[in-house]
């Protein structure tokens, strides 16, 4: 989510997260399934944990959905904070169990939910400094790397082999290492081929990437950064191994810059190069994007547009055969009108986190020649499908056991999957 100058955003989270929101929200229809217009109210209690329960002629209890059941869901209250925001997971390589990362308002969450069906709550890593609504989590080499927007929070390390050993949840837990030479940022990405984390949108180089070196992840090391490109408010890095072959082995930052989509070769950090800058029609905010597998095609998120222009939630699709000279390649509009966040992909299919529409699933097979379609969701805020900044945050579909994490703004995580 964008950081907003001005009122606008504070209002629209104040509102999001207050207490109205459970009684909005406090009951919907459900037809009981047995082909007649018979009509029972479900209801959502926010301080009840809800278990599995099948997506069934479009709905999964208070829930709409389309080819996704619940599998459990852990509700804001029971982490006590005002907020959620962003998530991401980690797959324990000795015992194969898989953790939900939950950012909070004033911390980071840790859930264990290798039984799916019955997630355990572990514990909280407070917050370095004060609560924000914006807290950004990535992995490394099974530690955790947080930032927040909260003043002079910079970058906690947090060993996640401890959660092996948690008897008494939930627990408060400290960071294993502080890095300070930065306060608040937005965002962090990592790539985990070569062990650099770049913090973006901070008090440094513009708010362009911070370079650090995180291979020994304790002792992080300052390597520079890149401010030539304005303000970078998230990104993919990758070992580049698309069809460009010029470019075939290098790091390559691809960033989401406000009112621009840029490419630099971060290779050299003692001397990054841009390869490209491109704008396109009808800019509201440059948010977020995600490659391919084959790294051919960049599907590009815009968070105000659908605000600004009108239309249902678009995602903008870059060619990038040639890194040097992208070339727009088409405008997916999806099925409502909601505002679309954060998306990634995972094999053929396009996972896009769309606030008040929930968790939209797109097939890509056939991205090559235009054609994107909805394959599915989740939508954990069925009142309205509206442009408001409700619902979803992220969702993390990278868990190999099928699970899908969602984050939700003011209900907290859901799990959920392909049925």
Not at 53 to 76: E, M, Q, R, W
Not at 137 to 150: D, H, L, M, R
């Amino acid at each position: 989510m964008k950081k907003i100058t001005g009122l606008l955003l504070v209002f629209a989270l104040s509102m999001s997260c207050s207490s109205d929101d459970d009684s909005r929200e406090s009951s919907n229809t459900n037809t009981n399934g047995n082909g007649n217009d018979t009509e029972e109210t479900v209801t959502y209690d926010p301080s009840a944990q809800l278990s599995f329960t099948p997506c069934v002629n479009g709905k999964a209890g208070y829930f709409d959905c389309n080819g996704f059941d619940l599998i459990s869901h852990i509700p804001l209250s029971f982490f006590n904070a005002g907020s959620a925001n962003d998530s991401w997971g980690w797959t324990d390589p000795m015992t194969a169990k898989e953790y939900v990362l939950l950012g909070l308002s004033n911390g980071t969450a840790f859930i264990d939910i290798s039984d799916s069906e019955n997630p355990v709550y572990l514990g909280k890593l407070p917050s370095a400094s004060f609560s924000s609504p914006w807290r950004d989590i990535k992995v490394y080499n099974n530690y955790a790397f947080i930032v927040s927007e909260g003043e002079n929070h910079g970058m906690q390390v947090f060993d996640l082999t401890r959660l092996r050993d948690i008897t008494n949840p939930p627990a408060s837990f400290e960071m294993d290492a502080h890095f300070t030479n930065f306060g608040g940022a937005h965002n962090i990405a990592i790539n985990e081929d070569v062990g650099y984390a770049y913090v973006l949108g901070s008090d440094s180089f513009s708010g362009g990437p911070y370079f650090i070196n995180i291979q020994d992840p304790l002792n992080p090391i300052d390597e520079g950064g890149y401010g030539l490109d304005n303000y970078s408010h998230d990104a993919q890095v990758i070992t580049y191994q698309g069809p460009d072959t010029d470019h075939t082995g290098k790091e390559i930052f691809f960033g989401s810059n406000e009112n621009r989509f840029v490419i630099v070769d971060v290779t050299d950090k003692a001397n990054p190069q841009n390869i490209a800058s491109v704008t396109y029609l009808q800019t509201g905010f440059t948010h977020q994007g995600w490659f391919t597998q084959d790294q051919r095609y960049f599907l590009l998120g815009d968070e105000f547009d659908e605000i600004e222009f009108g239309f249902n939630a678009r995602t903008i699709v870059w060619d990038l055969f040639d890194l040097d000279n992208p070339q727009f390649h088409f405008n997916y509009f999806g099925q409502t009108s909601s505002i679309d966040h954060n998306g990634y992909v995972k094999g053929n299919l396009f996972y896009q986190a769309n606030y008040a529409g929930g968790m939209r699933v797109m097939d890509i097979s056939d991205i090559g020649s235009q054609d994107i379609f909805e394959i599915g969701y989740f939508d954990t805020y069925p009142l309205n499908n509206g442009t408001s900044f409700d619902g979803v945050w992220n969702v993390y579909p990278f868990f190999n056991s099928g699970n899908i994490a969602i984050s939700d703004i003011e209900k907290g995580l859901f799990i959920v999957r392909k049925n």
